[in-house]
């Protein structure tokens, strides 16, 4: 499925429901920390070993929450007119001028401290 497709999807299950009206970017931004937060309370206070376990047996449960911070993404950003795709290959490039291989291989150094 092509991200098109994929948010056409998205937004008309939204408008066949009538909550395009309660889908404010405000809205959609909390909803989409909320949504994040439940992905991290697979992997709160868990040792790398339990978040190993957690993967295996609830992967569907993890998938879900994953799913759900997507669509509240994608809504967010058509909704304040941002198309997703490029914005995240800009990112990129972006990132590749703040995370030149040479300097961040293999570390966990922010960019900033490549300069000390």
């Known amino acids: 499925m092509t ?3 994929l ?4 937004l008309a299950f939204r408008d066949e429901r009538d909550w395009d ?5 405000k809205e959609l931004a909390m909803a989409l920390s909320i949504e994040a937060s439940e992905l991290l309370e697979h992997f709160l206070w868990k040792s790398p070993a339990e978040v190993e376990e957690r993967i295996a047996t609830r992967q569907e449960d993890i ?5 759900d911070v997507a669509v509240y993404l994608i809504e967010l950003a058509d909704k304040v007119g941002v198309d997703l795709p490029t914005a995240i290959q800009r990112k990129m490039a972006k990132n590749a001028l703040k995370y030149p291989v040479e300097k961040a291989k293999g570390s966990n150094k922010k960019y900033s401290e490549f300069r000390e």
Request: glycine residues 0%.
């Open 7 to 10: 948010r056409a999807q998205i």
């Open 63 to 67: 998938a879900d929450e994953l799913a």
């Open 21 to 25: 009206q309660f889908h404010q970017p």
């Open 3 to 5: 991200f098109d497709a």
